[in-house]
């Protein structure tokens, strides 16, 4: 059994954009196919005071098992004993405060039905298990837990929402270099309906992930360079998320605003007809590129 972890967002058509995948066991198994079948799907979008709104950092744990039906009950006592010593390695890891041991147990407690998930419950009977064990990690230090935790605190989930609690808990995991954490800690600051809004602050933790290769961060910071009208800056974030990824709609309309402000027409208007291309085969939301390209000079 194991999991795949994602973070994405979805724009304002309800298309899926720019997934992240921040962890997964055992890594690489099913990473890609998750990735793109994710990508292909699609949200209702919804509207605030008649606008169209987008979700940011949406966030999915996937679990996976590969036992079910008879077979997988009949194998229960088969593999009982075979998992037994390795079960009870884990139970002690976790008890003597091994933070890694608990954040994958934390994991594997909330997941379907398998082998291993009945032998663990059968020694964490409670059902808070799951969310003891993650808040246990966090507190040992472990930046996944403090993450996950913070995330769950902000969003209501497994528990009460609990914004304080919650920006506390990422500013923690940010301050030990998780670049997912610094990335989402910075989009909460860039809230302006919040009492923590404070951009200064979020531009640096989005810089932060930035210098980890983080490319939400990249994109994000294009954007906001943009709008403080300093290309210079947004050129330079920008060079480095086209690395990532030269085809993204995002940055060719930054690059197509670019060249407008440089007084390069022709190749803006080349520029934000691609950044159209693009986001049409992606399926993503076009009125924000066509509105550049129906007022930008000829």
């Known amino acids: 059994m194991g999991w795949v972890w994602l973070e994405f967002d979805v724009d304002e058509s309800g298309a899926v954009k720019d997934v992240d995948i921040i962890d997964a066991f055992p890594n690489k198994t099913f990473n890609r196919a998750i990735y793109n079948a994710?990508?292909?799907?699609?949200?209702?979008?919804?509207?605030?005071?008649?606008?169209?709104?987008?979700?940011?950092?949406?966030?999915?744990?996937?679990?996976?098992?590969?036992?079910?039906?008879?077979?997988?009950?009949?194998?229960?006592?088969?593999?009982?004993?075979?998992?037994?010593?390795?079960?009870?390695?884990?139970?002690?890891?976790?008890?003597?405060?091994?933070?890694?041991?608990?954040?994958?147990?934390?994991?594997?407690?909330?997941?379907?039905?398998?082998?291993?998930?009945?032998?663990?419950?059968?020694?964490?009977?409670?059902?808070?298990?799951?969310s003891d064990l993650l808040l246990a990690s966090a507190i040992n230090g472990y930046p996944n837990s403090q993450y996950r935790l913070g995330s769950n605190l902000l969003r209501g989930e497994y528990t009460k929402t609990d914004r304080k609690k919650g920006m506390n808990w990422l500013l923690n995991a940010a301050q030990s270099g998780f670049s997912y954490a610094q990335y989402r800690l910075g989009r909460e600051l860039l809230d302006k309906k919040t009492l923590e809004y404070d951009a200064d602050k979020a531009k640096r933790w989005l810089q932060s992930a930035a210098q980890q290769g983080h490319f939400r961060a990249l994109r994000d910071l294009v954007a906001i360079e943009l709008n403080e009208q300093d290309h210079q800056?947004?050129?330079?974030?920008?060079?480095?998320?086209?690395?990532?990824?030269?085809?993204?709609?995002?940055?060719?309309?930054?690059?197509?605003?670019?060249?407008?402000?440089?007084?390069?027409?022709?190749?803006?208007?080349?520029?934000?007809?691609?950044?159209?291309?693009?986001a049409k085969s992606r399926q993503w939301y076009l009125s924000t590129i066509a509105a550049f390209i129906d007022t930008a000079k000829p």
């Open 233 to 278: 800056k947004a050129a330079q974030y920008l060079k480095l998320a086209l690395a990532q990824d030269d085809e993204h709609p995002d940055l060719l309309l930054a690059q197509a605003k670019i060249l407008q402000q440089q007084k390069q027409y022709t190749q803006s208007k080349k520029k934000a007809d691609e950044a159209l291309k693009q």
């Open 38 to 130: 994710v990508r292909r799907w699609r949200y209702e979008p919804f509207i605030i005071d008649g606008k169209k709104q987008s979700y940011s950092s949406r966030s999915l744990l996937y679990h996976f098992t590969t036992f079910k039906g008879k077979r997988y009950q009949a194998s229960f006592s088969q593999q009982k004993k075979s998992y037994q010593k390795k079960i009870n390695q884990l139970i002690e890891g976790a008890e003597q405060g091994n933070a890694l041991v608990q954040y994958y147990i934390a994991n594997w407690l909330v997941a379907d039905e398998h082998n291993a998930t009945r032998l663990l419950r059968s020694h964490w009977q409670q059902t808070t298990a799951g």
